[in-house]
């Protein structure tokens, strides 16, 4: 394969990039690399190099720029040499890596760029960045060849493929999530809300159901909390204990609004949530439940909390008026789920923040389903000036 490659190389690295931007190719998908506008990605000209037993290809851009300078031509070659062999590890191991095979299997990832760097449009750098396409749920990973050579993986694909297949979790998120979700606190249009009642939920189909609750994104249903609390956290690998230090300081804040979303689409989309925790489904669309959200609440040791504003706190929400006690569900990031709460089984001893999209889906939705009516008709307010992050 080497051979193959440095018949083609020197061409490649070369050639100036075809003129002009690919403004509607691509949009900014990596939650915690914010900034980059579609207009700042060149379109890498020719069909770029082919990966075995992969359908995307890999393109080499903008190399010639610094080639001579921070990198030179016997670095740039190693760099494209290595993508390539590192997918095509990750490929032979994919059932280690099953973000990356998810991404894979259903064909989420429409090209690789190598670029000599990456950056947003405020000129800070990343080793990856992941950025959407004109096409629903296909995405294209960029890729810094100066990172890749200041972390010494030129040449060392083995080592280079674990930190690669992280940036799948990328990839999946903002394949699977559509554009960039607001975040933080924002005033919510509740008289235009479209929620449903109950009986015209169960009409609905899933795909009908996931939309509803993506207009109620744009409204009043929010997946931060208004404090904050992740801000300068690190973050959680899925399925593991390892903690991501952050790129930027919201980097967890954004990343875990993305899990979120995903989270709950899941559950209003898929029948077996609405056979099991009907409830989950109907809180989520009819208005009740204002707010999912992860927390990083150190001085409490539960998992979840389900909190819900009294009934002399009610809100009219919607056009026909409807009256609604306004319910928050928070997932304390740091914490594992004890013995007695219903999700146990679920997670497998994981902390909340490691938990993959299935494992979160079930917990909201059991949370909802075991603690909303209780919380509804008594409220849960009075603990919260104690567990809010200082």
Known sequence: MSRWISLGLSGLFLITVAAGYCIASCDVAHASHDG????????????????????????????????????DQAQADAALR?????????????HTYPRFDEAVSKGMLDRVIIQPSVHNHEGKVFPFLVVRTVNPGRVRLLISALSMKEGRYLGEPEQFASVLAREFQWVVSKAETGQKPKTGSRERDLRQATIRTDKEILALSGEERVRLLQQLFETYL????????????????????????????????????????????????????????????????????WNVAYVKVDQRDWATRTRVQPADKAVMVGVAGRSVQPAAILLNLHRTAAPDDPFYADTKHLPMGALSTDQLALVIAKEIQQNIVEKSQRGHVAQDALTAPK
């Open 82 to 94: 290595t993508v390539i062999e590192t997918f095509s590890y990750l490929n032979q191991h994919r």
């Open 36 to 71: 980059q506008s579609a207009a700042e990605f060149h379109n890498p000209s020719g069909s770029g190099y082919e990966v075995p037993g992969l359908l995307f290809p890999v393109f080499v851009e903008g190399v010639e720029e610094v080639v001579g300078g921070s990198l």
């Open 222 to 289: 929010c997946t931060v909390d208004d404090q904050l609390s992740l801000d300068e956290q690190s973050y959680y690998e899925v399925g593991s204990t390892i903690l991501i230090p952050p790129n930027q300081p919201d980097s967890a804040t954004k990343f875990y609004d993305i899990r979120v979303r995903e989270a709950l689409q899941k559950i209003v989309r898929e029948p077996v949530f609405l056979e099991r925790t009907p409830l989950a489904v109907m809180g989520l669309l009819n208005g009740n439940i």
